[in-house]
């Protein structure tokens, strides 16, 4: 049986004094939430150019032989994706000292710098920096980038990732991330 709770009673303001309580508690946590992930900065493009899904699982594989005449090795590619699988093709353009923010994806990430460089940092904060015309990964680990150029930074991407799943997941950042600059 609920007791009755009349306005101005002890009882009533001890009753929302609770739910006081609880909101408190519950923004704390939410701004806490909020403090841990690490939001992209700097994006002065973030467009999808196209996008897709394969219903069925795809597998594919490729073999090129070896070209003496123009000095190509055997060449071997190996593509499996089991389950339905969503594609998209994004331009990115990252400000002089934008980053990403800590993040993963469910799924492979394929890139390639335009212009400019960026500086990829893997969980453990090793830098690899990737300038024009390299191409670079991304998977379900934990990682960031950050433009630590006087440019702006160019990227192309293309994703595979599970089906109706987001194409990036926020992360915590690692305990390393303060000698990145990605906060």
């Avoid at 009349?6 to 009882?11: I, W």
């Avoid at 841990?36 to 069925?56: C, E, H, K, R, Y």
């Avoid at 593509?79 to 980053?99: E, I, K, M, N, S």
């Amino acid at each position: 049986m609920k007791g009755i709770c009349l306005r101005g009673s002890p009882l009533h303001h001890a009753a929302r004094g609770g739910r006081l309580r609880k909101i408190l508690v519950l923004g704390v946590l939410g701004i806490v939430t909020v403090a841990l992930a690490t939001p992209p900065f700097g994006f002065l493009v973030n467009q999808i150019l196209a996008m897709g899904s394969a219903p069925d699982s795809i597998s594919q594989q490729v073999q090129m032989p070896s070209n003496p005449d123009n000095g190509t090795a055997p060449w071997q590619l190996q593509f499996q994706a089991q389950g339905a699988t969503d594609f998209y093709v994004q331009q990115l353009a990252l400000a002089p000292g934008g980053y990403s923010g800590w993040h993963t994806h469910p799924g492979l990430l394929v890139g390639t710098v335009t212009s400019g460089s960026i500086d990829f940092y893997d969980a453990n904060c090793q830098k690899h920096t990737i300038n024009t015309g390299d191409m670079f990964t991304e998977n379900n680990q934990v990682h960031g980038i950050i433009n630590n150029g006087s440019l702006e930074a160019d990227l192309n991407i293309a994703y595979l990732v599970q089906h109706n799943a987001p194409r990036r997941i926020e992360a915590d950042a690692p305990a390393c991330a303060a000698t990145t600059g990605i906060p």
